[in-house]
C-alpha cells in the first residue's frame, strides 16, 4: 500500500508541476484550476486516501477552482484589450508614402496624419509613392489598400 501511495504523489507532483509550466507558457489562465485539483489531489495521497479518492479530489476542485475564479479572472486578466477607432479607417483615402510591393516587402501610407505599414489588396499589384489609395480593411498592424479607381 505504501508503494501506491508514494508512486501517486509522485504523479501528482508530477502533473501539479506540467500544470504549472503550461500556466507560465501560455498566455492567459490556463491550467492554473488543474494545478489546484493536483495540490489537492496530492495533499489527499500524502495523507494516504485510496487513489480513486485522489482522483476525485483532483477532479472536484479543479472544477470548483475553475467555475469560482474563471468569471474573475477573464474579467481582469483579459480586460487589457483596448478599443480603438481604427476601423474607421476603412473606406478612406491615403497617400503613399513608400512604394508599396510586396516582393520586396515594401509599403506605407499616411492617413489622418499618421503613418501606416500598408501592402496592396492584391499582392501581384505594385502602387507607387505618391499615388492615392482607399483602404480596404486591417489585418493585424498593416492597412490593405488599393488603387483609388
Keep these: 500500500m505504501f508503494e501506491s501511495i ?4 509522485a504523479v501528482w507532483v508530477v502533473l501539479m508541476i506540467g500544470f504549472l509550466v503550461v500556466e507560465g507558457i ?3 489562465l490556463v491550467s492554473i484550476w ?10 489527499s495521497a500524502l495523507l494516504g486516501a485510496q487513489v480513486w479518492l485522489q482522483a476525485v479530489w483532483f477532479i ?3 472544477v470548483l ?18 478599443a480603438t477607432n481604427a476601423d474607421m479607417l476603412i473606406g ?6 513608400e512604394t508599396i510591393d510586396k516582393l520586396h516587402g515594401t509599403g506605407a501610407v499616411s492617413v489622418a496624419g499618421k503613418v501606416w505599414t500598408a501592402r496592396a489588396d492584391d499582392p501581384e499589384r505594385i502602387i507607387e509613392k505618391g499615388s ?3 483602404i480596404e480593411r486591417i489585418e493585424g498592424v498593416k492597412l490593405i ?3 483609388k479607381a
Design 34 to 43: 488543474f494545478a489546484l485539483g493536483a495540490l489537492a489531489a496530492l495533499i
Design 26 to 28: 501560455a498566455p492567459g
Design 6 to 9: 508514494h508512486g501517486m504523489t
Design 60 to 62: 472536484v476542485i479543479s
Design 92 to 97: 478612406q483615402e491615403c497617400i503613399v508614402t
Design 132 to 134: 492615392v489609395a482607399v
Design 145 to 147: 489598400v488599393k488603387t
Design 65 to 82: 477552482a475553475l467555475v469560482i475564479t474563471r468569471p474573475l479572472a477573464k474579467k481582469y486578466v483579459n480586460s487589457r484589450t483596448q
